[in-house]
T-cell receptor, first 114, second 115 residues
Framework: AQSVTQLDSQVPVFEEAPVELRCNYSSSVSVYLFWYVQYPNQGLQLLLKYLSGSTLVKGINGFEAEFNKSQTSFHLRKPSVHISDTAEYFCAVSEAGRDDKIIFGKGTRLHILP | DAGVIQSPRHEVTEMGQEVTLRCKPI?????LFWYRQTMMRGLELLIY????????DSGMPEDRFSAKMPNASFSTLKIQPSEPRDSAVYFC?????????????FGAGTRLSVL
């Protein structure tokens, strides 16, 4: 079975500063990894995904994540955040090759400070 | 496509009443998922369907919860009787097997308050 740990429940960061949201996963098999974003009063939407190939994955809104197999991590980064990035970010994992359920982390709330 | 459509967006009810949440998945999608989100427990998978058949309902909290998918374009999640601890945001999501490798598309959610 897979599991996901997001160590930080909240991350405050100043506008235009860089940010990293941490995600570690656990699995005995190959995995697919995802970051989803939830803006206030909305459902989740996909930010980026890692299936295979290049370990650096670029997503929407200037976000990117790096898959590190040895450290079982998939941290999300953005070099310069904006007020509009205020949201909750969820890391998720699924078993590679399966099309059904994915396991979500508990989320990290990103607060952008003016 | 209009995306995943959930109704109602907000539901306020009294303890003991029956509550029915509705979901219309994206046309052509063959997986449908029901989630519950609370501050304490985060996002929990309750049940999911493949081609209208329930595959895994191990996340359904108790017998008061039931879900159906009578056809490919409609699903319901019913709570009977409702309790205050059921207060949460309930999300429906759908996905398409194979093509996009587990990308789930979420509805806007139903915020349920049980008084």
């Amino acid at each position: 079975a897979q599991s996901v740990t997001q160590l930080d429940s909240q991350v405050p960061v100043f506008e235009e500063a860089p940010v990293e949201l941490r995600c570690n996963y656990s699995s005995s098999v190959s995995v697919y990894l995802f970051w989803y974003v939830q803006y206030p009063n909305q459902g989740l939407q996909l930010l980026l995904k890692y299936l295979s190939g290049s370990t650096l994955v670029k997503g929407i809104n200037g976000f990117e994540a790096e898959f590190n197999k040895s450290q079982t991590s998939f941290h999300l980064r953005k070099p310069s955040v904006h007020i509009s990035d205020t949201a909750e970010y969820f890391c998720a994992v699924s078993e590679a090759g399966r099309d059904d359920k994915i396991i979500f982390g508990k989320g990290t709330r990103l607060h952008i400070l003016p | 496509d209009a995306g995943v459509i959930q109704s109602p967006r907000h539901e306020v009810t009294e303890m003991g009443q029956e509550v029915t949440l509705r979901c219309k998945p994206i046309s052509g999608h063959d997986y449908l998922f029901w989630y519950r989100q609370t501050m304490m427990r985060g996002l929990e998978l309750l049940i999911y369907f493949n081609n209208n058949v329930p595959i895994d309902d191990s996340g359904m909290p108790e017998d008061r919860f039931s879900a159906k998918m009578p056809n490919a374009s409609f699903s319901t999640l019913k709570i009977q009787p409702s309790e205050p601890r059921d207060s949460a945001v309930y999300f429906c999501a759908s996905s398409l097997m194979g093509g996009n490798k587990n990308i789930q598309y979420f509805g806007a959610g139903t915020r349920l308050s049980v008084l």
